[in-house]
């Protein structure tokens, strides 16, 4: 059990960071998490010394990058596909509406012991943005097979092609 002063200090939408950033920390090999997964984290975690019925909303929409602000803006998650998340990483797209907001928890605002996490994060963050940075092997053969038609409009190429059809 938490004391009183946890309790009334953890925002919500800081519990919800902590329950996705352990997942992820805890499962390295999993991309992202249902809302279910990340509830029952945040449950068995007890930041609050209890469960909070906010949590569930937090994690599926007030933290939610890339969903219209209702009213929560926190930029804390990013939805996959319908019903998983993971952790919002910078470069992400979100809604124009949450610029600015909330990503991370402050120090001061977590528990000492969840701090850590706050390191790991910047760490994940870093290196999965380096992933991200390698060329897309379909993008880059954007404009490729230019020469094919170099010289022509697309109407000559084409009927340079059809010559000789029936």
């Avoid at 943005?129 to 060329?135: A, D, G, Y």
Wanted: a negative charge; one cysteine or more; glycine letters at 8%.
């Amino acid at each position: 059990m938490k004391d009183a002063a946890t309790a009334r200090i953890i925002k919500v939408a800081d519990e919800v960071w902590i329950a996705a950033a352990l997942l992820h920390r805890e499962n390295p090999g999993q991309s992202d998490f249902t809302i279910e997964e990340i509830v029952a984290r945040a449950s068995r975690e007890s930041l609050a010394g209890m469960e909070r019925p906010g949590v569930y909303v937090h994690v599926v929409q007030h933290c939610v990058a890339n969903r219209p602000p209702n009213p929560g803006r926190y930029r804390m998650l990013f939805e996959t596909r319908p019903g998983r998340r993971r952790l919002f990483r910078d470069g992400d797209p979100y809604d124009p509406s949450r610029e600015g907001s909330k990503i991370t928890p402050s120090s001061d605002e977590i528990p000492p012991h969840y701090e850590a996490l706050l390191k790991w994060y910047e760490d994940w963050s870093r290196d999965e943005k380096r992933e991200r940075s390698t060329p897309d092997p379909l993008l880059s053969l954007a404009g490729s097979g230019q020469e094919v038609w170099a010289g022509e409009t697309g109407d000559s190429y084409v009927k340079r092609l059809r010559e000789g059809w029936q």
